[in-house]
């Protein structure tokens, strides 16, 4: 059975105090790794999608890399805006369609 | 148009009552899904269309009923539900086969 951790469940850093969070996945057939963001009472924001290991994309403050069995998101200088839930995810390929089954997430609190 | 759209954003329903909820995107993506998400939960797969048609249902109960009039639309109807199915139901769409999903805003559904 397709399944995602994520470590830790809570991060509280302060301003400009880098860090990273945690997936490790175990997946048959994995099509893709994704990392999300989710604000509270919203629908989650895609980050960043990555297809093989040695991966890594870049967006702003955000660096995700990706390994056989885990995936990081690295977080430099968080600023309080980069308060949220980040999922991770696995798609796996089904016989009849694709599947996105997600980890519980990490929620990231960022003080100033 | 790269959105999905949810409507309606709010929906308060008694037990036995019926009512749909409403997915839209003009991405021409052509897989398109219902998640559940509890408060402080991950997303949770509920349905999969491919093409307009139900490819996976994950054992949901049968008050639930997914429907897909066009490549565009997806519509989930709801009947005699249950106070512990209140939820924020997420819709999202994807290109077949590969690619990220775009997540709507959700619907905040709650039964009373």
């Known amino acids: 059975e397709d399944q995602v951790t994520q470590s830790p469940e809570a991060l509280r850093l302060q301003e400009g105090e880098s860090s990273s969070l945690n997936c490790s996945y175990t997946?048959?057939?994995?099509?893709?790794l994704f990392w999300y963001r989710q604000d509270p009472g919203k629908g989650p924001e895609f980050l960043f999608t990555?297809?093989?290991a040695g991966e890594e994309k870049e967006k702003e403050r955000l660096k995700a890399t990706l390994t056989k069995k885990e995936s990081f998101l690295h977080i430099t200088a968080p600023k309080p805006e980069d308060s949220a839930t980040y999922l991770c995810?696995?798609?796996?390929?089904?016989?009849?369609?694709?599947?996105?089954?997600f980890g519980a997430g990490t929620i990231l609190r960022v003080k100033s | 148009d790269t959105e999905v759209t949810q409507t309606p954003k709010h929906l308060v329903m008694g037990m036995t009552n019926k009512k749909s909820l409403k997915c839209e995107q003009h991405?021409?993506?052509?897989?398109m899904y219902w998640y559940k998400q509890k408060a402080k939960k991950p997303p949770e797969l509920m349905f999969v269309?491919?093409?307009?048609?139900?490819?996976i249902n994950e054992s949901v109960p049968s008050r639930f009923s997914p429907e897909c009039p066009n490549s565009s639309l997806l519509n989930l109807h709801l009947h005699a539900l249950q106070p512990e199915d209140s939820a924020l139901y997420l819709c999202?769409?994807?290109?077949?086969?590969?690619?990220?999903?775009?997540f709507g805003s959700g619907t905040r559904l709650t039964v009373v």
């Open positions: 990555l297809y093989s």
């Open positions: 999202a769409s994807s290109q077949q086969g590969a690619g990220g999903y775009t």
């Open positions: 991405m021409g993506h052509r897989a």
């Open positions: 269309y491919s093409y307009e048609k139900l490819s």
């Open positions: 995810a696995v798609q796996s390929l089904l016989e009849y369609g694709n599947k996105l089954v």
């Open positions: 997946v048959s057939g994995l099509r893709g």
